[in-house]
């Protein structure tokens, strides 16, 4: 039998790279969508509703699939949401908003998803979280922190799931071509702000790296490597050579080194 995959956000970037090329390999794929009506029917693969910020929304999506398929084999927490600002001006509601997303979201996805993975004594969970919460970056640093939760949260699971036949890993990607820097929410450039000509230089160069991104289909490749290994890692980085090199220099250099290397990046 075809094992089935579960992504949410899977109906553009990273998360639809994913599924057609898990579809491709001869998996059984479903994504989600808050709003799985837009996509027309020719979308490869099939959409189930999802909002994951609603635990009704997750309930009836987990029960859904679980009518139509007999078992849930590979959950991939995609969903998320991109937030930009000085913390100082960045409104406490959306700072709990990407929280809902980001963090909140794949808890409560996956506490659906376990009843049906110990029953069937098996299961792969993949978060996908980012190569920004391995650090606090400069208006960033919201979107660092949900990302950086979810790393830690990953590493909880594992443990606990450990017993029941059930992996747990992350999957952290660096810059990739998709829509996130579209849909991010960013606090207001105030002319009057303290921040302003930093903030605004910062913003300009996170929207251009995504836009010079590497191809989502590298994220694809390395999550069917990861869900084919018998005793994967508790965490993978997938990006530009000098993104997943940030994440070593952090672990060798001093602090305060680091920081300047950081600092000097986004001409702080």
């Given at each position: 039998m075809k094992k089935v995959v579960l992504i949410t956000g899977g109906s553009?970037?990273?998360?639809?790279?994913?599924?057609?090329?898990?579809?491709?390999?001869?998996?059984?794929?479903?994504?989600t969508s808050r709003n799985p009506k837009n996509f027309k029917d020719g979308f490869p693969f099939p959409l189930l509703p999802l909002d994951v910020t609603d635990?009704?929304?997750?309930?009836s999506c987990v029960a859904m699939l679980l009518e139509k398929e007999p078992t849930i084999d590979i959950l991939i927490n995609n969903a998320g949401v991109g937030i930009t600002g000085p913390l100082?001006?960045?409104?406490?509601?959306?700072?709990?908003?990407?929280?809902?997303?980001?963090?909140?979201?794949?808890?409560?996805?996956?506490?659906?998803?376990?009843?049906?993975?110990?029953?069937?004594?098996?299961?792969?969970?993949?978060n996908i979280t980012s190569i920004a919460g391995?650090?606090?970056?400069?208006?960033?640093?919201?979107y660092s922190a949900t990302k950086a939760?979810?790393?830690?949260?990953?590493?909880?699971?594992?443990?606990?799931?450990?017993?029941?036949?059930?992996?747990?890993?992350n999957v952290a990607p660096g810059d990739f071509a998709t829509?996130?820097?579209?849909?991010?929410y960013h606090a207001p450039q105030k002319s009057n702000s303290p921040y302003n000509q930093t903030y605004g230089?910062?913003?300009?160069?996170?929207?251009?790296?995504?836009?010079?991104?590497?191809?989502?289909?590298?994220?694809?490749?390395?999550?069917?490597?990861?869900?084919?290994?018998?005793?994967?890692?508790?965490?993978?980085?997938?990006?530009?050579?000098?993104?997943?090199?940030?994440?070593v220099?952090?672990?060798?250099?001093p602090s305060k080194t680091y920081e300047k290397i950081l600092m000097k990046h986004y001409k702080l």
């Open positions: 553009s970037g990273i998360g639809k790279a994913i599924g057609e090329y898990l579809m491709a390999k001869n998996y059984k794929v479903y994504g635990i009704q929304s997750i309930k100082e001006e960045t409104p406490i509601e959306e700072i709990q908003k990407a929280f809902s997303t980001n963090l909140y979201g794949p808890i409560q996805v996956t506490n659906q998803v376990l009843p049906s993975m110990r029953k069937q004594k098996g299961g792969h969970i993949i391995y650090m606090g970056l400069p208006f960033r640093g919201v939760a979810l790393e830690i949260t990953t590493e909880a699971y594992r443990m606990e799931l450990k017993q029941f036949g059930i992996q747990v890993s829509n996130i820097a579209a849909g991010r230089a910062t913003l300009k160069m996170m929207n251009d790296d995504v836009d010079s991104g590497q191809n989502p289909k590298k994220m694809a490749e390395a999550v069917y490597h990861i869900i084919n290994k018998k005793t994967p890692k508790v965490r993978y980085a997938v990006g530009a050579f000098l993104q997943k090199f940030s994440i220099l952090k672990k060798i250099l």
